[in-house]
């Protein structure tokens, strides 16, 4: 059982910056992965980043990569996803989730927090 509450969404302009967070509580498993999910309207859910709680392992989207940066503090049980440049196709409802492994599919991952709208603009 883990709860996940993501934070830091907005409105930017493309090209700007955002930083989203994600606060982890209850059991958080070692060598769990967390990973960043979005979800725009009319399109399926999508991994954009994922990062196991220990070690170096990191996984992005081809259409993320150079552009954000997902990082992790386990003191404070919290994973981020620094995003920049950002650009209009970006815009989606940002999800964190918990799951066993680094893997692409939403199936893969156990729990999700409410999510936290992006939405970039023109």
């Known amino acids: 059982q883990v709860q996940l509450v993501e934070s830091g969404g907005g409105l930017v302009q493309a090209g700007g910056s955002l930083r989203l967070s994600c606060a982890a509580s209850g059991r958080t498993f070692s060598r769990s992965v967390m990973g960043w999910f979005r979800q725009s309207p009319g399109k399926e859910r999508e991994i954009v980043a994922a990062?196991?709680?220990?070690?170096?392992?990191?996984y992005y989207a081809n259409s993320v990569k150079g552009r954000f940066t997902i990082s992790r503090d386990n003191a404070k049980n919290t994973v981020y996803l620094q995003m920049n440049s950002l650009k209009p196709e970006d815009t989606a409802v940002y999800y964190c989730?918990?799951?066993?492994?680094?893997?692409?599919?939403?199936?893969?991952?156990?729990?999700w927090g409410q999510g936290t709208q992006v939405t970039v603009s023109s």
């Open positions: 990062i196991r709680w220990s070690g170096g392992d990191t």
């Open positions: 989730a918990s799951g066993p492994y680094i893997r692409t599919n939403t199936n893969d991952y156990d729990y």
